[in-house]
């Protein structure tokens, strides 16, 4: 927010698409390369960026989303772990 002090938790977080007040909620799963695409989004299609914030489109939450389904395409991330009688396995 341009010429606007920083705040972690505000209403405003969520006029650019993250789901509440505090914006570290939306970011547990796509942690930093999450917030590194949408920085670049926003600095390099600054107008498309603009654009998709006016239409109340949820931009933000919209590109940590993208972010994690790229993690699970490219086999990153978390890995589930189930749980059996005899032992624990990795999927």
């Known amino acids: 927010f341009p010429g606007v002090p920083f705040e972690r938790k505000?209403?405003?977080w969520t006029d650019i698409g993250f789901q509440g007040p505090d914006p570290g909620t939306d970011f547990r799963g796509?942690?930093?390369?999450g917030l590194s695409h949408l920085c670049y989004f926003?600095?390099?299609k600054p107008?498309?960026?603009a654009a998709a914030r006016e239409s109340g489109?949820?931009?933000?939450i919209a590109g940590l989303n993208l972010t994690m389904m790229?993690?699970?395409?490219?086999?990153w991330g978390f890995k589930k772990v189930?749980?059996?009688?005899d032992k624990k396995k990795a999927l």
Request: glycine letters at 8%; a positive charge; proline letters at 4%.
């Open 47 to 49: 107008r498309e960026f």
């Open 57 to 60: 489109y949820p931009v933000s």
């Open 70 to 75: 790229l993690y699970q395409v490219l086999g």
């Open 10 to 12: 505000t209403k405003k």
């Open 82 to 85: 189930v749980v059996s009688s």
């Open 42 to 44: 926003a600095r390099n």
């Open 30 to 33: 796509a942690g930093a390369f």
